[in-house]
């Protein structure tokens, strides 16, 4: 479904947003299955933690089926067309990638999806497990898409001004339902919040972009989901 007015400018303003969608229970089950099947078959690539634990599995449109039909859900497309108009492309080289978040990991530390303003990329969480506070949900900083670039992907409160500013204390958790979906501003901080239970908190996470006008060349890394290569350069006659 389109999104409102009022959600669009909340996540223009905010640089995030919970979708008004939600997936079917069954497909919620289904991604599930998948996600456990590969990690029992230790079907590489698969990122382990201190403990060999594997706590997520990257590549993830690259394997069975389900995950790309779970990325190019006409819903979640609908949804997307309010942000990112209607020429999409799903990248395949940022996100991409199903995680655990295991009890006793650590909290990640606050980062963005993008280093600065050089791609729009909208991050979207589809949360194959209910998310709350307490086994490790999404935490943002609402409104710090719009503050100037960073160094690194990760560890930004390396950044001096970051540190001494107190954005980082202004963090807010964002609890989300089995089957829901998050859409971030890739230059938005967030992190994903400490699990301290017995359980754990699974979802896939992918990466949106507007298909680039001045783009000449197809490129294998980004997949046209909804619809045409919109080329609009001046290099070209008529």
């Keep these: 479904m389109a999104l409102t007015h009022e959600e669009v400018r909340h996540f223009r303003h905010s640089g995030y947003l919970a979708l008004p969608i939600r997936a079917p229970a069954q497909t919620v089950t289904d991604l599930k299955t998948a996600i456990h099947s590969d990690i029992a078959a230790e079907i590489e690539p698969v990122v ?11 590549k993830i449109l690259e394997r069975a089926p389900i995950f790309y039909q779970a990325a190019t859900w006409a819903p979640l497309l609908d949804a997307l067309e309010s942000l990112l108009g209607p020429h999409i492309e799903l990248v395949k080289n940022r996100h991409n990638h ?6 006793a990991a650590r909290s990640s530390g606050f980062h963005r999806d993008l280093v600065q303003w050089s791609r729009g990329l909208v991050s979207v969480i589809f949360y194959l497990e ?55 501003d890739g230059l938005v901080y967030h992190r994903v919040g400490e699990n301290t239970t017995p359980g754990t908190r699974m979802s896939l996470t992918f990466g949106y972009h507007s298909a680039d006008e001045l783009a000449a060349t197809r490129d294998d890394r980004r997949l046209l989901v909804r619809g045409a290569p919109p080329y609009m350069g001046n290099d070209r006659d008529g």
């Design 48 to 58: 382990r933690d201190g403990k060999g634990r594997a706590v997520r599995l990257s």
């Design 98 to 103: 199903a995680t655990l978040n295991l009890a």
């Design 130 to 184: 209910q998310t709350t506070f307490e086994n490790g949900c999404t935490h943002v900083v609402p409104g710090t898409h719009l503050l100037p670039g960073v160094d690194h992907l990760h560890h930004i409160d390396r950044n001096d001004w970051i540190e001494q500013s107190g954005l980082l204390q202004q963090a807010l958790p964002v609890p989300m339902a089995a089957g829901s979906f998050l859409a971030i």
